[in-house]
T-cell receptor
């Protein structure tokens, strides 16, 4: 159990376009979902925490207008990279948890490789 | 800011050798987790340690949580090429729910 599906797995698009990434918990209800960014051979950096039905909480240095997060249901959160530029190219990973206190584990998706030309 | 210092960041060894990866912090964590990540995939949870001094074993992998819950180690015995990957420690500070990741250790095991 506790499967998280992330879609798409890979996307290549032109500079200036917006890209939406979906994160779904397939067999459990996720009150809290997390979005991470990972550079090659580096660790995961938390971008934001999203709770179902409320605004996301962004980490310091992450532009909320650039990275729009919506968590409209207990099984779906989306990350939209608006007006993407080459520097936004990265590996984006989501995770989902039954609660946001840390008492429940985070279950990770397989990531989305975003390449902006 | 709670930081997890993970070392070494890169490790290249021969098949059959032993290795230890360390994860240290000046802060106390309610739990620490170890993940393994393959290229192009999400991290996969290996173990969670919660109690200070706890030792957990997973086949050839031994995980230890420090008595003060500020540090942890991962020891691999008789490493195999299949152990190659990125190993990440991550901790939950207090009850924030946020996972703070160490820098990661890229392990290469040569046949």
């Amino acid at each position: 159990g506790a499967v998280v599906s992330q879609h798409p797995s890979r996307v290549i698009c032109k500079s200036g376009t917006s890209v939406k990434i979906e994160c779904r918990s397939l067999d459990f209800q996720a009150t809290t979902m997390f979005w991470y960014r990972q550079f090659p051979k580096k660790s995961l950096m938390l971008m934001a925490t999203s709770n179902e039905g409320s605004k996301a909480t962004y980490e310091q240095g992450v532009e909320k207008d650039k990275f729009l997060i919506n968590h409209a249901s207990l099984t779906l959160s989306t990350l939209t990279v608006t007006s993407a530029h080459p520097e936004d190219s990265s590996f984006y990973i989501c995770s989902a948890s039954r609660d946001g206190t840390g008492n429940q584990p985070q279950h990770f998706g397989d990531g989305t490789r975003l390449s902006i030309l | 800011t709670q930081l997890l210092e993970q070392s070494p960041q890169f490790l290249s060894i021969q098949e059959g050798e032993n290795l230890t990866v360390y994860c240290n912090s000046s802060s106390v964590f309610s739990s620490l987790q170890w993940y393994r990540q393959e290229p192009g995939e999400g991290p996969v949870l290996l173990v969670t340690v919660v109690t200070g001094g706890e030792v957990k074993k997973l086949k050839r992998l031994t995980f230890q949580f420090g008595d003060a819950r500020k540090d942890s180690s991962l020891h691999i015995t008789a490493a195999q090429p299949g152990d190659t990957g990125l190993y990440l420690c991550a901790g939950v500070p207090g009850n924030t729910g946020k996972l703070i990741f160490g820098q990661g250790t890229t392990l290469q095991v040569k046949p």
